[in-house]
């Protein structure tokens, strides 16, 4: 079994729309999360950090749920230029190197 | 400033072939990891170095596969006699000393025939 787990998608929206990703990892010790972002053919470059009390960051909002083990996102008034894949991170028991989700696949259409 | 640079951006190599993929980190970043990326996988760990120290090589797939950084600061990924299933996007990244965010380089696309 996967450390970290998502659902692939692919997610299919309308702009404007308010999308919500999950994603649940196995190690109860983890300590750090994030969401990364993928463009096609591109590299991952971090979209933000999760913390336990949650946060927010404009349109992007991160929740983890530690009892459960499962970290969210979700994406209001979608735009176009949301559509890339969403990778849930969480670090590993090293403490330095990252587990990668799969990722979440988001298009975003006109 | 420059972002994490690779090299070549793209590898095309016939089975049994040895390649070398070269890793720029971001100046001052001691923290240098590589990363394996399958199609539609997310990336796998292979290795991470701290200045020229290989701390960790836990996720290399086998033995085929080698890392270096002697300076402590440009990393050579290497790997011998590749394999079809050595075909993968390797992503290189480096994180400054206060950590956590890692920054990724683009990527070589090795293609294996």
């Known amino acids: 079994r996967k450390e970290v787990e998502q659902d692939p998608g692919p997610f299919n929206v309308p702009e404007g729309a308010t999308v919500a990703f999950n994603c649940t990892y196995s190690n109860s010790a983890s300590q750090s999360f994030f969401w990364y972002r993928q463009d096609c053919r591109k590299e991952p470059k971090l979209l933000m950090s999760v913390y336990s009390s949650g946060n927010e960051d404009g349109r992007f909002t991160a929740q983890l749920n530690r009892a459960s083990q499962y970290i969210s996102l979700l994406i209001r008034d979608s735009k176009l230029s949301d559509s890339a894949t969403y990778l849930c991170v969480v670090y590993r028991d090293s403490g330095y190197a990252l587990n990668f989700g799969k990722g979440t696949s988001l298009l975003v259409t006109p | 400033g420059a972002g994490v640079s690779q090299s070549p951006r793209y590898k095309v190599a016939k089975r049994g072939q040895d390649v070398a993929l070269r890793c720029d980190p971001i100046?001052?970043?001691?923290?240098l990891f590589w990363y394996q990326q399958a199609l539609g996988q997310g990336p796998e760990f292979l290795t991470y170095?701290?200045?020229?120290?290989?701390?960790?090589k836990s996720g290399l797939p086998s033995d085929r596969f080698f890392a270096e950084r002697p300076e402590g600061s440009v990393s050579t990924l290497k790997i011998q006699r590749t394999q079809q299933e050595d075909s993968a996007v390797y992503l290189c990244a480096s994180s400054p000393p206060q950590g956590p965010e890692q920054f990724f380089g683009p990527g070589t696309r090795l293609t294996v025939l």
């Open positions: 100046s001052g970043h001691v923290s």
């Open positions: 170095f701290q200045n020229e120290a290989q701390l960790d």
